[in-house]
């Protein structure tokens, strides 16, 4: 806590009044008590029935989960020997018999096999979906429309069904058709929206030098967040109207239709970014500089922002030349490295505690400032995930959910995002059995077994 | 049936029927207190989906992405960026330092299904216009707090941006070649990401509402949305270990990376699953590898000594072969595969032009242009464009006269009091060089006298 409050005090002080301040902290203190349970409180979709069906495809994995969390009742539907995607794993790292990507995303699923593929298992699916609010159909665009279980049968079946088609370039278009076979991943899926070809270095060795895929699931969890706010505004207009519909998402597309930049570019200027390692395109300095004993992010783009960090490094010698945010973003990068390269001489000279301090401390005065002229540069220490778990501010909110293995074998995964007050996304349970839930599932809706 | 699944489709996603179609989201009403980018994408969606977005920004300075733009180059004296953040939205410019601006964001926050704000945490409490004090005068409305930590906690003052967001969640060092380099993950994924997850709260909400006619508090977070990507936590846990960066690989399929092809392009290549083993090794004619123990099942494969391995016969392979070559055969086969595209390569694309994530869109203030929309295709509720942005306070007069009531003569006091304002004279901020104002029925509107 002692940490966690030096931190933040400096930053407090922009809410000048004494009134506001006690507003404040009587406000942390209600949503401490008001936000940080789920207990007892209803779920949103907790009469909402989604069945998911998939092959190694995370986007579908992932955004069934996500509904999970929200309340719904979740049932995957897996081949008799399992959908692949339980042995995807870093390193092939294994909990409960599933790979580390799974095993996060089985939160509060329910998993039952049905052979699709056989007329029973066909039926026993069309009776479960008869039943269901979604279906999330992962499977090769046409494969489920092939088995007589697509959108265009089903649709007949219950008009009210609102079925998700993730796949990499979706259910429609000449494209899609030409292109049906290609499975989904995550690194292909980044590639397609462009992701890779604005990071890293191409000034390095070769293969260094080569486009860099993002180090986290960048376009799965793009795809899966997609796909479920394009299910729960099917829902609401579901919810409104008794119509179900069909939903379709392009993996390939996620991150550049999302995030956008890519087009806007490549429209507007006619021609590719080139990539400018850690520089920023819009906001100088913004970026990762290597500190005695490590990294520090820095964001301090705004020219008064600017101004505080030559201060905090003590080079006010600079200020004359780069005194413009236009000085600072130009198409010149050949000109910015100049500055970079004296960015860089400066943070090597201190560790990242002195500078955070030192950010501090010019902070707390220049939120002090009557005119708000002296800016908010920010100095944080780059944290590595291992340095994140130490922070108490997580435990407080509790960022993180323990799956209990064994007796005193816990694992964690990362709680539901985000916290709502009255009816908040939660992990119930963590299981991932392959068929575990056929008993209860063919029962509750009448499958034959 | 392939052939007559795609006809199917194409049918029912028509691009061309669109604007026939009716919206989602009609009759919801967004209060948009947002900017940069975080809380702006949020409403973006409700937007696009057919929700009605007043945007509230600063007089004279407005959202400062307004003046932002990669290199600094403008487009029609707009950013390009901020434009493709803010479609179908409405823009007023209210003071809030002023008590009777408060009021003002007060009065349109009670008519409102929905507020979204993304200042520092504790900020719109501090000014009067937090949750605590909307919820008063409208019970039913959910309110989104968006921040980098959260409202509550020890952390919860702490500035952030995108790039701090992804140093604080652990993210930072995870892109980059295991080595002291580190890559930030570009285009200010720390916002648009967590801007998504937060459309999604909103939506759930909406859901949560229209069955029970409660609204509530949502306390979005930039770092806690990047940490549940991240297999990180559960492999530390598990293996004792860190889990780095590697460079193209990804350690959770093997093969996997980004290779160089004959032609000197790139692509993309990863194996999930043992079928997409088989697949890639008949095209490359080596089935004979499928034999040997080290490769034969997925957590054989994903060993790093045989993970490398196999990359290095991947990579050879495809130094001898064209993209097009080898995207052929990832359909024929059947495994994962994509050229990596570009900036110029994707607006080109028929493709995204044919789905309908990139369109053409003529707009009364700016012409034509070429947008962005998200991906997600509803075939009878569809997302569409129907207005670019505009400058600071253009839509002063329509919400308050319309919306709030006001006559044009009070709307006019409150200008010359100064509670409500227009753009400064910067490019972003204010209108078009070649754009006539005077004559904008919308920014000059009069409703007349109140019956």
Known sequence: ?449 | MLEDYFSYTNEIFDQSRIAEKPEALKGIRVLDLAHVIFGPVISKWLALFGAEVIKVEEPEEGDPWRTASYWAKYWKDSSPFFQSFNPNKYFVAIDLKKPKGKELVLELAKKSDVVVENFRAGLVEAWGIGYTTVSQINPKVIYISCSGYGQWGPLRFFPSWDLIAQSMSGVARLTGFGGKDTYKLPDYYGDFFPGLLGAVSVLAALNYREKTGKGQFIDMTQVEALMRIMHNWSYMDLTGEDLKSTGNVDPTMAPSGIFKTKEGKFVAVAIATDEQFLALLEAMGKMDLAKERRFRETFDRLQPENAEEICKILEEWVKEKTEQEIIALAQGKGFPASPVMDDWRMVNDEWRMERGSVVEFEDEMYGKGIWPVPTVALHKTPARLKRLSRPVGYHNHYIFQTLLGLSKKQVKELEREHVIGYWGNRVGQKPPAYYDMESDSIFNFDQGEKK
């Open chain 1, 1 to 449: 806590m002692k940490e966690g409050k030096e931190k933040t005090r400096p930053f407090s002080r922009h809410l000048v009044s004494k009134v506001a301040s006690e507003h404040l902290s009587n406000f942390n203190r209600l949503l401490t008590e008001m936000m940080a349970s789920s207990e007892g409180k209803p779920e949103v979709l907790q009469d909402i029935v989604v069945v998911e069906v998939g092959q190694a495809n995370f986007p579908g994995i992932i955004s069934a989960a996500i509904l999970g969390e929200f309340g719904a009742e979740v049932i995957k539907v897996e081949p008799l020997e399992g959908d692949p995607a339980r042995r995807v794993s870093p390193y092939g790292a294994s909990v409960k018999g599933v790979g580390i990507p799974f095993f996060m995303e089985s939160r509060n699923k329910h998993y039952i096999t049905l052979d699709l593929q056989s007329e029973k298992g066909c039926g026993n699916f069309k009776k479960l979906v008869s039943k269901a609010d979604l279906l999330i159909d992962a499977q090769k665009p046409g494969w489920m429309d092939s088995l007589g279980i697509g959108y265009r049968q089903l649709s007949q079946l219950h008009p009210g069904l609102v079925y998700v088609a993730v796949s990499p370039y979706g259910h429609f278009t000449s494209k899609a058709k030409e292109t049906c076979n290609i499975p989904d991943t995550d690194l292909t899926g980044q590639a397609g929206a462009g992701y890779p070809a604005l990071t890293g270095n191409p000034e390095a060795p070769e293969p260094f030098n080569y486009p860099l895929k993002a180090g986290v699931w960048a376009a799965a969890y793009m795809s899966a967040g997609l796909a479920v706010a394009g299910a729960l505004t099917a829902l609401l207009h579901k919810r409104r109207t008794g119509e179900g519909q069909m939903v379709d998402v392009a993996t390939y597309d996620a991150i550049s239709s999302w995030q956008g930049f890519s087009l806007v570019w490549g429209f507007t200027f006619e021609m590719p970014r080139v990539r400018v390692g850690n520089f920023d395109w819009t906001l100088f300095p913004y970026g990762y500089y290597e500190a005695k004993d490590g990294y520090v992010t820095v964001a301090a783009p705004a020219d008064p922002d600017f101004r505080g960090i030559l201060k905090i490094l003590g080079r006010w010698d600079l200020e004359n030349d780069w005194r413009f945010v236009f000085d600072r973003i130009t198409d010149d990068v050949e000109k910015l490295k100049v500055l970079e390269e004296e960015f860089k001489k400066e943070f090597l000279k201190h560790t990242r505690q002195e500078l955070v301090r030192k950010t501090l401390a010019y902070s707390g005065q220049a939120a002090r400032d009557k005119l708000r002229a002296k800016g908010f540069p920010i100095i944080v220490e780059t944290q590595s995930p291992r340095e994140v778990l130490q922070e108490e501010h997580w435990q407080i909110r509790k960022s993180f959910f323990e799956v209990e293995l064994a007796k005193n074998e816990k694992v964690k995964i990362p709680s539901s995002v985000p916290k709502m007050s009255d009816s908040p996304p939660r992990i119930k349970r963590v299981e991932c059995g392959l068929g575990a839930d056929n008993e209860k599932i063919y029962e509750k809706y009448g499958l034959n077994k």
